[in-house]
């Protein structure tokens, strides 16, 4: 069974900076696409990054790029997302997601193209 465990939100001030952790169990990680997304209260969870199976293909959405990294360890099973420059925007529910077919990139930015989820971290970002 996939078991997606995220980890590392928390409260930040504008400006200040956040490592996520998405911790992968259940099966072999490094041919499986990865995304982060995220959700805010009253809001539709949104696409923030993906990466593909190698790590070598990131992908981000306009509000982050520039200030999150996506990347992936595959010796740890282990999915990161380094979040520098927050703002009080960014607060939401970060949800880490993977696909259920190997090798496949597809749509990235779509939420039907994930089959597993974690439970979510939360990140507050005060002004």
């Known amino acids: 069974q996939v078991q997606l465990v995220e980890s590392g939100g928390g409260l930040v001030q504008a400006g200040g900076s956040l490592r996520l952790s998405c911790a992968a169990s259940g099966r072999t990680f490094n041919i499986y696409a990865m995304g982060w997304f995220r959700q805010a209260p009253g809001k539709e969870r949104e696409f923030v990054a993906g990466i593909d199976w190698s790590g070598r293909s990131t992908y981000y959405a306009d509000s982050v790029k520039g200030r999150f990294t996506i990347s992936r360890d595959n010796a740890k099973s282990t999915l990161y997302l380094q979040m520098n420059s927050l703002k009080p925007e960014d607060t939401a529910v970060y949800y880490c997601?993977?696909?259920?077919?190997?090798?496949?990139?597809?749509?990235?930015?779509?939420?039907?193209?994930?089959?597993?989820w974690g439970q979510g971290t939360q990140v507050t970002v005060s002004s």
């Open positions: 997601a993977t696909r259920g077919r190997p090798y496949y990139s597809g749509n990235y930015y779509n939420t039907d193209e994930y089959d597993y």
